[in-house]
């Protein structure tokens, strides 16, 4: 079945970098895009951006341009998002999910990000 | 961005009741919506996707309707494991956008 395994909590000091694994099981890893969401108490979810593994293409959302980086191993159909320069404002949980037309089909079990000092 | 409004953001209900969430969009977003249940653990499950297309496995208590720019989430016999926060998300335009959230609790 379809799986998608999120790497674990982090603890970052403010202006540090991230980077968060996303491992996917039970489907052609290649052949699907990977979602990325934020989510905050009281800021709701924000869709980040989203990685195509088999030929690395990408979409960002505007507002996370400069933020966010991602990139897919498809050797180990794992994909990675890099957020740097971190500020209170990226404490949050961050989800993986697979994309199927234009839904959110699976997703990961979420990876909370605290940026503190 | 197209903005998804849920005006709702908390529902009370008894267990067997029939509830129904809201969700409406900023312009027409041509039946692409979906609905997400989140449970109090974080976990993140897809129900229903272009407005009424239950994904494999989500039980057939929940429905989905709706066009244009209103769309709404029914849940019908409610029972203790649907104690959760179901967002809607529009998938017409990049960015994708979500709704607040609507949290059902229990009576």
């Known amino acids: 079945q379809v799986q998608l395994q999120q790497s674990g909590a982090e603890l970052m000091k403010p202006g540090a970098s991230v980077k968060i694994s996303c491992k996917a099981t039970?489907?052609?890893?290649?052949?699907?895009?990977i979602e990325w969401v934020k989510q905050r108490p009281g800021h709701g979810l924000e869709w980040i951006g989203e990685?195509?593994?088999?030929?690395?293409?990408?979409n960002y959302n505007e507002k996370f341009k400069g933020k966010a980086t991602f990139t897919a191993d498809t050797s180990s159909n794992t994909a990675y998002m890099q957020l740097s320069s971190l500020t209170s404002e990226d404490s949050a949980v961050y989800y993986c999910?697979?994309?199927?037309?234009?839904?959110?089909?699976?997703w990961g079990q979420g990876t909370l990000v605290t940026v503190s000092a | 961005d197209i903005q998804m409004t849920q005006i709702t953001s908390s529902l009370s209900a008894s267990l067997g009741d029939r509830v129904t969430i809201s969700c409406r969009a900023s312009?027409?977003?041509?039946?692409?919506l979906n609905w997400y249940q989140q449970k109090p653990d974080g976990t993140v499950k897809l129900l229903i996707y272009?407005?009424?297309r239950l994904h494999l496995g989500v039980p057939s208590r929940f429905s989905g309707s709706g066009s244009g720019t209103d769309y709404s989430l029914t849940v019908s016999n409610l029972e203790q494991e649907d104690i959760a926060t179901y967002f809607c998300?529009?998938?017409?335009?990049?960015?994708?956008?979500f709704g607040s959230g609507t949290k059902l609790e229990i009576k």
């Open positions: 039970g489907y052609t890893f290649s052949s699907y895009w």
């Open positions: 998300q529009q998938g017409n335009t990049l960015p994708f956008t």
């Open positions: 272009y407005t009424s």
């Open positions: 999910a697979r994309r199927e037309g234009v839904w959110f089909a699976y």
């Open positions: 312009q027409d977003i041509s039946n692409y």
């Open positions: 990685i195509l593994p088999g030929s690395g293409s990408t």
